[in-house]
């Protein structure tokens, strides 16, 4: 099973800027649809954004307007772009979505993998 690599985290003040890559942690065919999602300590994991195959994207609306997902199909790599950091921000972020690990085989939903934690300071 095919699980994603986070990088990209850290610890930034409060309206700073951080943008998280994901790719998957071995050579893989295409990816597909893919979401962002973060979960912050006693919480539940959320989704905060998704892109389709085709690049349409949408948004939590507590990070619409100051995070951009987008991807690079040539790398299969998807991105989280996120600026006007906020504390509440405050969570570790994880990605997930659906591959196809090569040209013949079914399009599966990757595990989840251990996220990169972002930490954003008042």
């Known amino acids: 099973q095919v699980h994603m690599v986070e990088s990209g985290g850290g610890l930034v003040q409060a309206g700073g800027s951080l943008r998280l890559s994901c790719a998957a942690h071995t050579t893989i065919y295409r990816v597909y649809n893919m979401g962002w999602h973060r979960q912050a300590p006693g919480k539940q994991r959320e989704l905060v954004a998704a892109?389709?195959?085709?690049?349409?994207?949408d948004y939590a609306d507590s990070v619409k307007g100051r995070f951009t997902i987008s991807r690079d199909d040539a790398k299969n790599t998807v991105y989280l772009q996120m600026d006007s950091l906020k504390p509440e921000d405050t969570a570790v972020y994880y990605c997930n979505g659906d591959i196809r690990i090569f040209s013949y085989a079914l399009v599966t939903n990757t595990d989840w993998g251990q996220g990169t934690q972002v930490t954003v300071s008042s």
């Open positions: 892109i389709t195959n085709g690049g349409t994207t």
